[in-house]
C-alpha cells in the first residue's frame, strides 16, 4: 500500500455505505451494516500482509502452504465508535492482539483529550491497524498515531469508513508514514468538524445515543 490514500470503491462496499449514510436507517441495522463493512474493509486493509510458507500435508500429499508471517496482527481502536469497525475485523482475524485509545473532541478546540491507552507489546514488530469510524478535522486520528507510535509501532496503517479532505490532509502533514484506507473522500467538514454530507455522529448512531 504505497500510495496515502486507498478509497475501497467495491459494490458492496459503496451499497451498504450508502444504507449507513440514511437518516432513518435503525440503530440495529447501522451495527449490522457496519459490521459487514468492516469485514470487507478488512479485507482490503490486509492485501500487503508479509507471507511466507510451511510444510502441511493434505489428504493427497505434502505441501509448502502460503501462510502470514511475522507476529500476530495488532488491532487498536479509537474509542468509542472504533469499536464498531473492531468487531467485524477480529471475525476475519480473531487471532489479532488488541489495543485501546480513548481520545474525546473538546467541542470548544476541537483538540482531542486523551483519557484511556492500553495496547499490546512488541508493536515494533507488529502490522498495526487503527481503527475510527471517521477521519474528520484529523486531530484524534493524528494524536492517536502519536501515541501508538510512542508505545513502539512502525507499521500502521489507519482504517476509517469516512475520511474528509482536511483530516487527509491533516495525517499526511502529521504522518507521511501511514497510509490510510478509507470507503470515502466526501466533500469537507462543517462549523461544528462534522463531515459532509457524512452520516452524522457514528458513535451515536451505533449505540443509540444522543
Same mark, same amino acid.
Given at each position: 500500500?504505497?500510495?496515502?490514500?486507498?478509497?475501497?470503491?467495491?459494490?458492496?462496499?459503496?451499497?451498504?455505505?450508502?444504507?449507513?449514510?440514511?437518516?432513518?436507517?435503525?440503530?440495529?441495522?447501522?451495527?449490522?451494516?457496519?459490521?459487514?463493512?468492516?469485514?470487507?474493509?478488512?479485507?482490503?486493509?490486509?492485501?500487503?500482509?508479509?507471507?511466507?510458507?510451511?510444510?502441511?500435508?493434505?489428504?493427497? #500429499?505434502?505441501?509448502?502452504?502460503?501462510?502470514?508471517?511475522?507476529?500476530?496482527?495488532?488491532?487498536?481502536?479509537?474509542?468509542?465508535?472504533? &469499536?464498531?469497525?473492531?468487531?467485524?475485523?477480529?471475525?476475519?482475524?480473531?487471532?489479532?492482539?488488541?489495543?485501546?485509545?480513548?481520545?474525546?473532541?473538546?467541542?470548544?478546540?476541537?483538540?482531542?483529550?486523551?483519557?484511556?491507552?492500553?495496547?499490546?507489546?512488541?508493536?515494533?514488530?507488529?502490522?498495526?491497524?487503527?481503527?475510527?469510524?471517521?477521519?474528520?478535522?484529523? &486531530?484524534?486520528?493524528?494524536?492517536?498515531?502519536?501515541?501508538?507510535?510512542?508505545?513502539?509501532?512502525? &507499521?500502521?496503517?489507519?482504517? #476509517?469508513?469516512?475520511?474528509?479532505?482536511?483530516?487527509?490532509?491533516?495525517?499526511?502533514?502529521?504522518?507521511?508514514?501511514?497510509?490510510?484506507?478509507?470507503?470515502?473522500?466526501?466533500?469537507?467538514?462543517?462549523?461544528?468538524?462534522?463531515?459532509?454530507?457524512?452520516?452524522?455522529?457514528?458513535?451515536?448512531?451505533?449505540?443509540?445515543?444522543?
Amino acid at each position: 500500500m504505497s500510495q496515502h490514500l486507498t478509497i475501497v470503491e467495491h459494490p458492496l462496499v459503496q451499497h451498504k455505505l450508502t444504507l449507513m449514510r440514511e437518516k432513518d436507517t435503525s440503530t440495529k441495522s447501522f451495527r449490522q451494516l457496519l459490521r459487514e463493512i468492516s469485514l470487507l474493509l478488512a479485507y482490503e486493509v490486509t492485501r500487503g500482509l508479509p507471507m511466507t510458507t510451511r510444510r502441511i500435508e493434505t489428504p493427497m #500429499c505434502e505441501m509448502d502452504a502460503p501462510v502470514i508471517d511475522g507476529k500476530k496482527l495488532a488491532l487498536i481502536s479509537i474509542l468509542r465508535a472504533g &469499536n464498531g469497525l473492531l468487531d467485524g475485523i477480529l471475525e476475519l482475524i480473531p487471532a489479532a492482539r488488541v489495543g485501546f485509545v480513548g481520545l474525546y473532541r473538546d467541542e470548544e478546540t476541537l483538540k482531542p483529550v486523551q483519557y484511556y491507552f492500553k495496547v499490546p507489546t512488541g508493536l515494533d514488530e507488529r502490522v498495526t491497524i487503527l481503527v475510527d469510524p471517521m477521519l474528520a478535522t484529523g &486531530n484524534s486520528s493524528a494524536a492517536a498515531v502519536d501515541l501508538v507510535k510512542q508505545a513502539g509501532a512502525t &507499521n500502521i496503517i489507519f482504517l #476509517c469508513l469516512l475520511a474528509a479532505p482536511e483530516g487527509v490532509a491533516r495525517m499526511r502533514e502529521a504522518h507521511p508514514d501511514v497510509p490510510i484506507v478509507t470507503a470515502s473522500l466526501d466533500e469537507r467538514l462543517d462549523e461544528r468538524g462534522y463531515i459532509v454530507p457524512g452520516l452524522g455522529d457514528a458513535g451515536d448512531r451505533m449505540f443509540g445515543t444522543k
